[in-house]
């Protein structure tokens, strides 16, 4: 992630109205700053030094520091600190194109004064634009003119002079002052909110450090090898994972510190966040409400623990989250969220079992469904020797029996939004329900192929009929664990194609190699490693196929592996030696879609929930927005009419708990229906 994303990231996070108000303890005028020229600072060079040789000796790519590396090396870091093209113009690019095929010479030398260079020229951009934004905003806008903001600007080319930026910011400023008088904001408040927002970037501006200039330069150089390889400078190195005493124990998100962004670092499994489903890993935090009528409160520049004394409260109560999902990119448009708050523990992030009667004409079918949030081990108790020592395989081996005590008819494992964890579990709980065998094999960066072995005995714990949920946030060792089950043939993979992540990266501290303790140096997470299936072929970018595919909101292009820049490329190795168990034929498999089919046809929550995604996807296709005020109103009527009608389309009322469960989660629903559909099949 680069650390630089600023301004050009506030062309869209201010695109919506909150307030500004922090207290009286932050001052927004900037009073006797100055801008310091930023120099490397004594370590860098031999920092710089340490990655070229780490990437080259152990990244699993082993590409070496070319001509064409170099070129993307340059092209990242511009687009890193202007991704939206609003600061930069086409001059200073011609300016600076004869370092184009110099910098995987000059990187490994430690010359890196073409990344300051360029940094200073972007930065005296920056400020420039902002006085601009403060004349702006002394006149209100004409909001009766028709005029249209291009806020997607991949394809557009950079400004030529002041003149052609003023007008693009023109129109970006026109457009945040448009969303608060949609929010009933009158023009002075408009104008002293979006003067206070800029203030506080134009203090940002001016507190970027030397360690900020060379971590963006660096990622725009690991990240050319993989969107999974980067530098953290000491500081971020502290924040990557902040402490458990800093974690929003009230939604279970644990956070990060990326500049004057907020980020979730990671999902904790079993939490209000995580039952959301709509709070993901890398997404922005920018703004904070209490309860249901509390005001907006923009966190954007806040320290993080200041953020996450407002997302903190009382179990029970009510918090409201705007956010930036990282799925969406650059072009993201705030979501709102809202949650309830909730007490984390243990047996929240823990697998949980439930068994659901579905009738097929006159038969009621029994079906277990276990929801797996990560794959968990508790390594502190299994080091001290405990013998009941927690874990997924260990608990889902309890909750089965459970089930099979209650008459169970068949089993679901819900694997949605279970974005990994401990590798071990994934081959230990496959072995559950597959003999002795390889579940999965890894590529070293040495070329070195280790095959991860089913070690049970051969015991087979559940026989009986198998089916597997996912969606596109299922990831890593649900993706091996589910390949596992359809590569042996033993359950049906049921949901959307997978997040496609076949790596292994491990964190690497530079000082490991530059041994001198009065420099504080920083860290390298890099990829060292990619999994592959039984089967030979990798995870990578392509995840796991279902063999029912349910329509899905995110496209390979837009959300997974696949849309990362960079990102390794799908291939194959030799297949392990394995003996598929063959429960699973090909003629159950068209009998289920041919079920699927039909039941699209006619069950109203799959046909609503089709029609929502139609309609997200129609929105996240947006390119541009009007700034006439009549045209946002009906614009906005309309798609609330759109969501009305979806939503009452096919509505019933029913008091029965499952049927009301099952209503809102049309997926849950459709699986289960072809899992008791692979019991009258005769399956197990």
Do not use: C
Not at 86 to 96: M, N
Not at 180 to 186: D, F, P, Q
Not at 412 to 424: E, H, M, V
């Amino acid at each position: 992630m680069n650390k630089l994303l600023l301004i050009a990231g506030f062309v869209l996070l201010t695109s919506f109205g909150v307030s500004t108000e922090y207290g009286d303890d932050i001052q927004f005028l900037i009073e006797g700053d100055t801008l310091k020229t930023l120099e490397p600072k004594e370590e860098h060079p031999s920092e710089a030094y340490v990655i070229t040789n780490l990437l080259k000796r152990i990244h699993y790519r082993k590409l070496p520091l070319s001509d064409s590396i170099s070129s993307v090396i340059f092209d990242t870091y511009f687009e890193s600190l202007d991704p939206n093209k609003a600061y930069f113009y086409a001059s200073d690019l011609e300016a600076f194109e004869k370092y184009r095929y110099e910098l995987d010479d000059q990187i490994p030398e430690g010359e890196l004064q073409f990344a300051y260079d360029v940094f200073d020229v972007y930065r005296k951009r920056a400020l420039s634009q902002i006085d601009h934004v403060f004349e702006l905003l002394q006149t209100e806008f004409d909001f009766s003119k028709d005029e249209t903001y291009v806020f997607d600007r991949d394809d557009v080319e950079w400004p030529k002079n002041q003149a052609e930026q003023n007008e693009v910011w023109r129109k970006i400023i026109k457009n945040q002052a448009l969303s608060y008088k949609l929010a009933g904001r009158e023009w002075d408040d408009i104008s002293e909110s979006l003067t206070k927002r800029y203030q506080r970037i134009q203090k940002a501006i001016y507190q970027y450090n030397s360690e900020d200039v060379f971590q963006s330069y660096m990622n725009a150089y690991t990240n050319s090898y993989d969107p999974h390889t980067d530098y953290f400078s000491p500081p971020d190195a502290e924040n990557f994972q902040i402490d458990m005493s800093l974690s929003l124990e009230g939604i279970g998100a644990r956070l990060m510190q990326n500049l004057d962004y907020t980020q979730v670092a990671e999902i904790i499994p079993g939490g209000p966040a995580y039952k959301s489903k709509q709070l993901q890993k890398d997404d922005k935090i920018i703004g904070v409400a209490q309860g249901d009528d509390g005001e907006f409160l923009d966190v954007i520049g806040w320290r993080l623990d200041d953020v996450v004394s407002k997302i903190r409260g009382a179990k029970g109560s009510v918090v409201r989250l705007q956010i930036l999902k990282a799925s969406e990119g650059i072009n993201a448009l705030p979501d709102t969220l809202r949650l309830v708050r909730d007490k984390i523990n243990l047996e929240q992030q823990a697998a949980k079992s439930e068994m659901i009667p579905i009738t097929e004409g006159n038969t009621t079918y029994n079906l277990g469904v276990i929801t797996v949030p990560s794959f968990y081990l508790n390594f502190e108790e299994l080091r001290a020797g405990k013998e009941d020592y927690r874990s997924t395989t260990r608990d889902v081996k309890k909750l089965i029996t459970e089930l099979e005590g209650q008459g169970m008819d068949g089993l679901l494992i819900d694997l949605r939004f279970n974005g990994g964890g401990s590798l071990q579990e994934a081959i230990e709980m496959s072995g559950l329900f597959i003999p002795d065998g390889p579940v999965v094999q890894v590529r070293n960066y040495d070329q070195s192929v280790d095959k991860m072995d089913d070690e049970d005995g051969g015991e087979v714990f559940y026989d009986g009929p198998l089916a597997v949920l996912v969606n596109r946030g299922s990831a890593s060792a649900s993706e091996i664990f589910s390949g596992a089950i359809q590569d042996y043939r033993r359950g049906v993979i049921i949901g959307e194609s997978t997040f496609g992540k076949g790596t292994v990266q491990n964190v690497i501290d530079l000082s490991r190699y530059i041994r001198n303790p009065e420099l504080n140096l920083g860290q390298i997470k890099m990829t060292l490693a990619k999994f592959y299936r039984v089967t030979g072929s990798s995870n990578q970018r392509v995840g796991i196929a279902p063999d029912v595919q349910f329509p899905s909101i995110y496209d390979a292009d837009n959300f997974g592996e696949a849309s990362r820049e960079n990102a390794l490329p799908w291939d194959e190795i030799a297949s392990a030696k394995y003996s598929p168990t063959n429960t699973i034929s090909e003629e159950l498999l068209d009998y289920l879609n041919e079920l699927y089919r039909e039941d699209l046809n006619k069950d109203p929550d799959l046909q609503k929930l089709v029609r929502d995604i139609e309609r997200a996807k129609e929105n996240r296709n947006r390119k541009s927005v009007s700034l006439n005020l009549e045209t946002r109103k009906a614009n906005t009527n309309n798609d609330e009419d759109d969501l009305a009608t979806a939503v009452d389309d096919g509505e019933v009322v029913d008091k029965d708990e499952i049927d009301e469960k099952l209503k809102k989660d049309p997926y849950l629903k459709e699986s289960l229906k072809l899992l008791a559909a692979m019991k009258k099949f005769k399956v197990g």
